[in-house]
């Protein structure tokens, strides 16, 4: 009997093993995520909502990020629970279309994923969930959202 158990005891051992060894697909949820440039000063907002169900006890969180309109991201930035990088892969941003990237910073699940936001400015994204306005306020020159819950895969 004992020896017929032991294929058992060794398909349980492998099983509780697996889950460290491979990368669980995970989807970064973002919401109410906008963005604005000021006239005065040029300077650029983006502010956005983010919960992760692989690490549910410090999200959601708030992250948001202020620098120079048409100058480089701080390349340091983080959401407000200190736990997820704020990345912009092309550099200076443009918000018509842009490249948002997240980074978990720590934890033993690491996280890394990126999406396009293109406003269809040019006509290439026709579908698409985010919108820009010019001059929607007085003071902003641009005026951005996204309509819905935006999901980055990491
Ligand atoms: C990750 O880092 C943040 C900020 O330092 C901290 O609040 C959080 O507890 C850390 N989480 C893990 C899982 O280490």
Redesign the pocket.
């Known amino acids: 009997m004992k020896l017929s158990l032991s294929p058992i005891m060794l398909a349980i051992s492998v099983a509780l093993a697996a889950p460290a060894n491979f990368k669980r697909a995970n989807t970064l949820e973002i919401t109410n995520l906008y963005a604005n440039t000021a006239s005065v000063g040029d300077s650029a907002y983006i502010d956005f909502f983010l919960k992760d169900a692989q ?1 549910p006890r ?1 999200t959601p969180t708030e992250c948001n990020v202020i620098w120079q309109y048409g100058e480089q991201p701080p390349l340091n930035a983080r959401c407000q ?3 997820y990088y704020i990345k912009f892969p092309e550099g200076p941003v443009n918000f018509d279309h842009f490249t948002l990237a997240l980074q978990r ?3 033993t699940i690491p996280e890394k994923g990126q999406a396009v936001l293109d406003s269809n400015a040019n006509g290439n994204a026709p579908a698409s969930k985010w919108s820009c306005r010019k001059n929607a306020r007085e003071g902003v020159n641009l005026a951005c959202s996204y309509d819905g819950t935006l999901r980055i895969n990491v």
């Open positions: 690490y410090d629970n200190g736990a910073v720590n934890g």
